[in-house]
């Protein structure tokens, strides 16, 4: 039994197909089948039903799935270990971030980070916040910038700052008259949404009063991905969409004037950096959440939670 052939199980376990398991793994697939088959063979087990498809599991297969996890991440935490006694920050480091957040916070910080950090290998992957759990909690990446809070046993969160929600609303708009808007004239017939799985979308249906009442919208169901696409809708179509602090800024000075602010408390989406709380790349963690809070705006930075409501959501909801 080798360290390799564990690996291998484990990217058939995730992936269910040998050929995108061994191109994860860069071998060919005879290599890496051939592998597997002499561990099944050395443990008298067969771990995968290979006339399923997509390749299945088999019950025994899974226990051995499952301490394999375990092997494979102390091996992890043996390198993680001897880099962390370096004076230097050295190491891979995988951070995962949320759509949501990453076309305006990511680019803040990531040029600095690499520049004062030239031996860390960063890798950055863009995944919802339910899929990011489940990474933390199988080692798949070291650390996270989610909305929280999570409310989750093993994960620890530190607060980055606070981030206000605004009405991005079209000019014909009966709200676009206010000065400032209540969460309960809110009607969700009226609102843009982003698609299901995503926190901000959660977030949004909670500021909602869910109020219903006859609407430009009520015979369209459309749904995005991102900020850029609700944005178009409202300047081409009616309603409006709800956009975080971040996302306004990035607005023109006419869709600027689009912008209306809510009444206090104003709900406000809670960013932070999360990680496994037996995180053993604490000082890459550290390193991470000072550049961090450096780089993001000053009123942001300066947001206090008083007169705030911070909005949270259901995680797989």
């Not at 977030?203 to 749904?223: D, M, P, W, Y």
């Not at 991102?226 to 809708?233: A, G, P, R, S, Y």
Request: hydrophobic share 40%; aromatic share 8%; charged share 30%.
């Amino acid at each position: 039994m080798t360290l390799t052939q564990l690996e291998y199980i484990l990217a058939v376990d995730q992936l269910k197909h040998f050929g995108k398991a061994a191109e994860s793994c860069f071998v060919t697939q005879p290599t890496l089948s051939m592998q597997i088959q002499k561990l099944e063979d050395e443990l008298q087990v067969t771990i995968f039903d290979r006339s399923k498809s997509p390749i299945q599991t088999t019950v025994e297969g899974k226990a051995i799935i499952d301490q394999s996890q375990i092997i494979i991440k102390e091996k992890k935490r043996l390198f993680s270990i001897l880099d962390e006694s370096k004076e230097e920050l050295t190491g891979e480091f995988k951070l995962a971030v949320i759509p949501t957040l990453t076309p305006f916070l990511v680019p803040l910080f990531i040029q600095h980070f690499v520049k004062k950090y030239p031996k860390v290998n960063l890798m950055l992957e863009e995944a919802k916040t339910e899929d990011i759990i489940e990474m933390l909690k199988k080692d798949e990446v070291d650390a996270a910038l989610l909305a929280t809070p999570l409310e989750e046993k093993h994960i620890e969160e530190r607060v980055l700052y606070y981030e206000p929600f605004y009405l991005f609303v079209h000019a014909k708009h009966p709200l676009a008259n206010k000065v400032k808007v209540k969460e309960e004239e809110l009607d969700i017939n009226d609102i843009w949404l982003l698609n299901k799985g995503n926190c901000f979308r959660e977030q949004v249906l909670n500021i909602c009063a869910q109020k219903r009442g006859n609407s430009t919208n009520e015979h369209i169901n459309f749904e995005s991905g991102n900020f850029e696409t609700l944005k178009n809708m409202v300047l081409k179509g009616f309603g409006y969409t709800i956009l975080p602090h971040m996302a306004v800024q990035d607005l023109s000075k006419a869709q600027k004037k689009l912008v209306r602010p809510f009444k206090a408390p104003i709900p406000t989406r809670e960013i932070s950096l999360v990680f496994s709380k037996d995180c053993l790349k604490r000082k890459i963690v550290d390193a991470l959440e000072e550049e961090i809070l450096g780089d993001i705006p000053d009123e942001l930075r300066d947001i206090q939670k008083k007169n705030l409501q911070v909005i949270e959501f259901s995680v797989g909801h």
